[in-house]
């Protein structure tokens, strides 16, 4: 069926013997005047316009749209952007918690400015420009201007913009996505704090202190039983100063830390095994990136770490918040973390700064870049070396010395092999020649 322009303001004059072929209709000045109609999938649906001249125009490029295949159908037109994040976000599940947690967050932003807008009015320029002028009011004090929202979450916007105007292209309601991967923010590298020995000594130190006050203010609630009193020397419960040394040696993220439970350490192996993560909430869920591995744990800490799980059953919570075991929280955890980082002296940090840390020392006590990536759980080795590429660099600086080191050593494992087969030949020689002194033939 052709597109055809139809005039809704008259009819045909039903009086045969006039010569007037048309009369006003019911709708005479009502409304737009000019309706195209045109079939769509065998159904006919139709828009109005002002003028006969839009009408044509319009009716045209249904004409030449539908011939060359590019054409929109009216009812995939009316499809908004929130139409299109009922159907993109089911098809996440199988992501991590927080990675959901992320989207769902950054689409409250989208659905405000664009949710209700059908995808094909949405234009590349627009979009661009809001990411660009985001901001967010999380930090700022009452009466101060809201500050430019970071890198990250502007990347992240556009990450789910452009995703969700994919989807809408590959349904056909829009004929392609406006944006471009270009136009998705760059995120700027991270400053990375990587601790000190000298400075992790002092977080180690703070975390005993907190410890032991812990085991007083314990020990002041527990009633004494029957058996006997209180034992005031009873050293205290190391939960602090385990988690603290955890992180630092193992570089694994605070959510897994935390989701660690005592089965999954192999003393015998020296090993613990990532499993599970848990939430800002203490709620289980999956590792990042959906893969389980292991890290090495040995040495004095993995002593102390066999006597701090001795006794406890396997699905026990390895590193429990509290006596009586329950899971770190993220609220519970920055307190702690707050009170380590003000009686250490050490300020501007987060936890996870121990994983930086944790592979600064890895990274300096000779580990390759393959094992590093295994370590931290990175998807690949690139994405290691793209973190802490430079921390490889400052090897450049003992290179020289240890190729010095190296071409001596060839070169004193050449002259012993020359002086052995020196010596070899001597022997036989001696050999060779009898007690008189004469040569055997």
């Known amino acids: 069926m052709a597109a055809s322009v139809r005039d809704l303001w008259t009819k045909k004059n039903p009086d045969k013997t006039s010569r007037t072929t048309r009369v006003h209709s019911a709708r005479w000045g009502i409304g737009k005047r000019w309706q195209v109609v045109w079939a769509e999938q065998g159904v006919p649906v139709s828009e109005t316009f002002t003028t006969r001249d839009a009408a044509e125009e319009f009716a045209a490029g249904v004409v030449v749209k539908q011939t060359e295949g590019t054409w929109i159908t009216k009812d995939k037109k009316a499809v908004t952007l929130a139409d299109m994040w009922d159907l993109w976000i089911p098809t996440k599940s199988d992501k991590a918690r927080s990675t959901r947690d992320a989207y769902r967050s950054t689409w409250k932003r989208i659905d405000k400015k664009f949710g209700a807008r059908p995808c094909h009015t949405l234009t590349r320029a627009e979009i661009s420009t809001w990411i660009a002028a985001l901001t967010t009011t999380k930090g700022v004090k009452p009466g101060e201007e809201p500050r430019p929202l970071g890198d990250a979450a502007k990347r992240l916007t556009g990450i789910v913009m452009k995703a969700l105007l994919d989807l809408a292209a590959e349904e056909r309601v829009i004929l392609?996505?406006?944006?471009?991967?270009?136009?998705?923010?760059?995120?700027?590298?991270?400053?990375?704090?990587?601790?000190?020995?000298?400075?992790?000594?002092?977080?180690?130190?703070?975390?005993?202190?907190?410890?032991?006050?812990?085991a007083d203010r314990e020990r002041e609630d527990q009633e004494p039983d029957a058996d006997g009193p209180i034992d005031e020397d009873e050293p205290a419960d190391p939960r602090i100063r385990t988690a603290v040394e955890l992180l630092v040696r193992t570089g694994?993220?605070?959510?897994?830390?935390?989701?660690?439970?005592?089965?999954?350490?192999?003393?015998?192996?020296?090993?613990?095994?990532?499993?599970?993560?848990?939430?800002?909430?203490?709620?289980?869920?999956?590792?990042?990136?959906?893969?389980?591995?292991?890290?090495?744990?040995?040495?004095?800490?993995?002593?102390?770490?066999?006597?701090?799980?001795?006794?406890?059953?396997?699905?026990?919570?390895?590193?429990?918040?509290?006596?009586?075991?329950?899971?770190?929280?993220?609220?519970?955890?920055?307190?702690?973390?707050?009170?380590?980082?003000?009686?250490?002296?050490?300020?501007?940090?987060?936890?996870?700064?121990?994983?930086?840390?944790?592979?600064?020392?890895?990274?300096?006590?000779?580990?390759?870049?393959?094992?590093?990536?295994?370590?931290?759980?990175?998807?690949?080795?690139?994405?290691?070396?793209?973190?802490?590429?430079?921390?490889?660099?400052?090897?450049?600086?003992?290179?020289?010395?240890?190729?010095?080191?190296?071409?001596?050593?060839?070169?004193?494992?050449?002259?012993?092999?020359?002086?052995?087969?020196?010596?070899?030949?001597?022997?036989?020689?001696?050999?060779?020649?009898?007690?008189?002194?004469?040569?055997?033939?």
């Open 176 to 214: 392609h996505n406006p944006m471009k991967s270009k136009d998705l923010p760059t995120q700027k590298p991270s400053e990375r704090r990587y601790l000190t020995v000298e400075e992790v000594d002092r977080l180690f130190a703070a975390a005993d202190e907190l410890d032991k006050a812990a």
């Open 252 to 441: 694994v993220r605070p959510g897994e830390a935390f989701g660690f439970r005592v089965g999954d350490l192999s003393p015998s192996r020296g090993r613990l095994r990532v499993q599970r993560d848990v939430d800002d909430l203490g709620g289980v869920d999956t590792t990042k990136t959906h893969r389980h591995r292991d890290v090495p744990v040995g040495g004095e800490f993995l002593l102390d770490l066999e006597t701090f799980v001795e006794d406890r059953d396997r699905e026990a919570w390895l590193l429990p918040a509290t006596a009586d075991g329950h899971v770190w929280t993220a609220s519970r955890w920055r307190t702690v973390w707050d009170h380590l980082c003000a009686a250490s002296g050490i300020t501007g940090v987060t936890t996870y700064e121990l994983r930086h840390t944790a592979a600064s020392l890895a990274i300096h006590s000779g580990a390759n870049p393959y094992t590093v990536a295994r370590m931290l759980g990175h998807s690949d080795v690139a994405t290691t070396l793209n973190y802490y590429g430079h921390l490889w660099d400052q090897e450049l600086d003992t290179l020289p010395a240890r190729m010095d080191e190296h071409m001596a050593a060839e070169r004193a494992r050449f002259a012993a092999r020359r002086d052995r087969e020196a010596k070899k030949r001597g022997r036989r020689g001696d050999e060779d020649v009898g007690g008189d002194g004469l040569r055997a033939v």
